[in-house]
């Protein structure tokens, strides 16, 4: 019988690939190259070990340890991305940078952003803080507020700009979806700042420029324009991944318009889910998405995988799926028998 996810597969799978990539900063050569393998090849291996771990936590299970991983990788994203920055705009060789610079850049988009994506669900503020340092410092604060203000209250509808329609292709849904999430975002946090009495404090959209300037002027100090260039690369790829998760996991499922108006309430068919224990492990159990937006408070190790019956299942790996819908007529070609099935699933 499959066994729950332990938190040391999770701790074991998110951490290698940044253990790797200082391991490889220090000592060049084969080791410039681990990272990347950690988040490629070998993923892809374990996940063959078909549903090794894939059991459900009991209700109500708690995790103490859990928070302290994800500090832990919160503190390694604030730490690891100058040092990568300052190594790859200096004298290292060209074959250790090509290596470091794709794992940093999958690193960032798989793993810290699924850890960032974890912490500004956090009801403690330091935690929720954590987050937003994450997403600032890879130029993408504004999506602190766009993802638990409007992605959140109207996922699978057309007045999310982070909803994928079936047949649109993830270049056009990128840039609609970074401008749509940017304004929507912003006039969220507007809406919810004149509801407020008395202090408002900074607005969040002052903070986000705040701290992404901040790491510009902090890459630039580090490399100059070559550190200004890698980190705004860096963020870009990061950014990137970010964008093809929201893409991949809702491509195609909209919510039903009820006779008053409004939308039928989030159901599990409203997210695509993927099946793969380890690729589920090193990101945080995103793979999970329909739990979590049934229940987005709930810890990580606690999300649950809904039966394929009552959600729509990826054939692959996320990490695979994304870098399939990088190329539209693939994508549209080899998703489309596994979307149909839920196209008219609408009760």
């Not at 009801?123 to 937003?132: D, K, N, S, V």
């Not at 990061?238 to 991949?248: E, H």
């Not at 790996?317 to 994304?322: E, K, R, V, Y």
Request: aromatic content about 10%.
């Amino acid at each position: 019988m499959p066994r729950t996810n332990p938190l040391w597969l999770f701790a074991f799978a998110a951490l290698l690939p940044p253990a790797l990539l200082a391991m490889g900063m220090v000592w060049g050569g084969a080791l410039a190259w681990a990272g990347l393998a950690a988040i490629t090849l070998f993923a892809a291996l374990m996940d063959r070990f078909d549903g090794l771990f894939m059991g459900a936590a009991p209700e109500g299970a708690e995790f103490p340890a859990a928070d302290s991983l994800i500090v832990a990788l919160a503190a390694l994203h604030i730490a690891l991305l100058p040092w990568l920055v300052a190594h790859l705009a200096g004298p290292a060789p060209l074959s250790d940078k090509i290596g470091l610079f794709v794992g940093a850049s999958l690193w960032l988009g798989q793993i810290s952003n699924p850890a960032a994506h974890e912490l500004i669900h956090r009801a403690p503020r330091a935690l929720f803080a954590l987050g937003t340092v994450m997403l600032g410092m890879v130029l993408f604060g504004h999506h602190t507020s766009a993802h638990r203000l409007v992605h959140h209250t109207h996922a699978a509808t057309p007045l999310d700009p982070n909803t994928a329609r079936s047949g649109e292709g993830f270049y056009a849904f990128f840039l609609r979806a970074w401008a749509g999430s940017f304004a929507r975002g912003l006039r969220a946090e507007n809406d919810l700042r004149a509801r407020k009495s008395g202090r408002k404090g900074f607005h969040p959209y002052i903070l986000y420029i705040g701290i992404s300037a901040a790491s510009l002027a902090l890459a630039f100090a580090l490399g100059g324009l070559i550190g200004l260039a890698i980190w705004t690369l860096l963020s870009l790829s990061a950014t990137a991944q970010l964008m093809l998760s929201d893409y991949v996991q809702h491509y195609g499922l909209m919510r039903a318009k009820l006779p008053n108006g409004k939308y039928e309430p989030v159901q599990n068919r409203h997210s695509w889910n993927a099946p793969h224990w380890y690729s589920s492990a090193m990101m945080i159990s995103a793979p999970r998405h329909s739990d979590h937006h049934a229940h987005p408070s709930r810890p990580y190790p606690a999300l649950r995988l809904p039966n394929a019956q009552d959600a729509p299942r990826l054939p692959w790996p996320l990490p695979l799926a994304c870098t399939i819908a990088l190329f539209p007529p693939m994508w549209k070609r080899a998703i489309r028998p596994h979307l149909k099935p839920w196209l008219n699933a609408n009760p």
